[in-house]
């Protein structure tokens, strides 16, 4: 489960990273090459300057920390790519798309704190997904990039403490608004995490939020052996009101 869930948040992972470049592109041209350096160097791009962004003094501390991150990971993508940590114009050779190949889940992830609202979220990646609001897309993004680090940590995806429904149903959310209908359509036949999550109605382990996954229907009857209370038991009968059955 953990290999198929890391292939969809793979290609999740990389529709959202070119449609947050394209946004942060025509917005703020430049973008990946013009960040400070450091705190200590004059602040020329508002993306990452702490003195940009208006808001109250007890989330100055961590914006600015924010910030640092945000600098030090785009630093590291230049540095993996090829460019020298004292260049900050584009480098001959290198294309830009190596630097964004670079960049975490967790960068992209740290985009659309509350705290970047004014400058990131309304001045570019709310177009990314519209009719969205900040909030809906950052709680994706940050129960999808605390799914992708269980899965890359091989942590156990099944059971209560991975929400692993929940996720999936935020890996559908996401890739329904960042993707291609035709994309979405190749993504969910080739996904492997159908057959595995229809595969768990011999287990009786899984307990799904809804019918489907990706367009494709997992319904399904989960054994009665796996109830470990008796048939008349009202723990059973709730459980038994929220799965889909065939």
Request: with cysteine; net charge positive.
């Given at each position: ?18 449609q947050?470049?394209n ?12 960040a ?23 989330s ?6 924010l ?71 950052h709680?994706?993004?940050?129960n ?27 890996i ?35 307990r ?10 997992l ?18 009968r709730?459980n ?7």
């Amino acid at each position: 489960m953990a290999a198929a869930c890391s292939r969809d948040l793979g290609h999740l992972e990389v529709a959202i990273r070119n449609q947050y470049n394209n946004a942060l592109a025509q917005q703020y041209p430049g973008w990946l090459w013009s960040a400070r350096p450091s705190r200590a160097a004059p602040p020329n791009n508002a993306l990452f300057d702490d003195g940009s962004y208006r808001v109250p003094r007890n989330s100055q501390q961590k914006l600015n920390k924010l910030n640092d991150k945000a600098l030090n990971s785009l630093h590291f993508a230049r540095e993996k790519a090829g460019v020298p940590r004292t260049q900050h114009s584009p480098a001959s050779g290198i294309p830009e798309g190596k630097i964004i190949a670079n960049l975490t889940f967790g960068f992209w992830t740290f985009l659309t704190e509350p705290v970047r609202a004014s400058i990131l979220w309304n001045q570019a990646i709310s177009s990314v997904v519209p009719g969205r609001s900040r909030g809906w897309m950052h709680d994706r993004m940050e129960n999808l990039n605390n799914l992708r680090n269980r899965v890359a940590h091989m942590e156990p995806l099944i059971g209560n403490t991975s929400a692993l429904p929940q996720n999936l149903e935020r890996i559908e959310d996401v890739l329904q608004m960042v993707v291609q209908p035709d994309v979405y359509s190749w993504i969910s036949a080739t996904s492997q995490v159908p057959a595995l999550l229809q595969e768990g109605k011999r287990l009786g382990v899984l307990r799904l939020l809804k019918p489907t996954y990706l367009n494709q229907s997992l319904t399904f009857r989960v054994p009665r052996t796996s109830w470990p209370h008796g048939p008349s038991s009202p723990l059973r009968r709730r459980n038994a009101s929220r799965l889909p059955l065939k």
